[in-house]
């Protein structure tokens, strides 16, 4: 089975920077997007920044010029550098990825176990 495990949460003071990390193992064909996503308490998740096979990304108004998402195909993973961290940003952060498992299987969205966030003084 596909595992997404994620870290690099933390608690930051406002204005700080954090640098969150997810990984995917198990066995995979191909992944396709990648994307980070946070859910605050009493709220839905959202998404916060998506990254495609070949590097194209779209961000949240909210992040915009603060954020960056990347990712290593080489070593499935994605990142998710956060500056300019402000106390809205509390949430925890989910990792999804757009997988194909085999060849000629169909793909599946996955999600990690989150990590939290917290941006606070």
Known sequence: QVQLVESGGG???????????????GYIFMIYSMGWYRQAPGKQREL???VSVGGSTDYADSVKGRFTISRDNAKNTVY????????????????????????????????GQGTQVTVSS
């Open 80 to 111: 998710l550098q956060m500056n300019s961290l402000k106390p809205e940003d509390t949430a925890v952060y989910y990792c999804n990825a757009n997988i194909q498992q085999l060849r000629y299987g169909t793909t599946a969205n996955y999600w």
């Open 11 to 25: 608690l930051v003071q406002p204005g700080g920077s954090l640098r969150l990390s997810c990984g995917a193992s």
């Open 48 to 50: 916060v920044a998506t």
